[in-house]
């Protein structure tokens, strides 16, 4: 529900097809709720280094090169006020190990020739295609 009682789902999905009712819905939310700016690995100063760490995704063979290099990434990216918040977890990509160890000879060839190396080079244009006003996210999402 929006603070003048209309919940999204009863609005005509015609009227959700005009940019103007997109853009007055988000300004209903955001009125009423406390927005703070999502900070992207491009907006650190150190994204030269992430940069040259994702482009070593590329040049990945296996899965434990790929996790290793994850590790690294997660270590660089991962900021936060408190570094209590996020501790070292070696299992973090545990699930990405085991993910890429399942995978037929074919699909896992794919993953690393074709996916990855996509994957990176968008990945490494993000501060060309973030948008302009930035990404914003709800601190009413935040825990206590």
Known sequence: MFG???ALDQRSSASLDSTADRNQIAEEIS????MALVLLPCDLPNW?????HLTKVKDAQNAEQLVEIMHRLHDLCNVGLDPTDD??????????RLYVGQLAAADRTKLFR????????????????KPREGLQYSLQQQGE
Do not use: H, S, W
């Open 4 to 6: 003048n009682g209309i």
């Open 31 to 34: 009125d009423e709720t406390e």
């Open 48 to 52: 030269p280094t992430v940069q040259r």
């Open 87 to 96: 501790p070292v977890d070696p299992a973090r990509f545990e699930g990405l």
């Open 114 to 129: 074709t996916t990855l190396p996509c994957m990176v080079n968008y990945a490494l244009k993000l501060r060309i295609f």
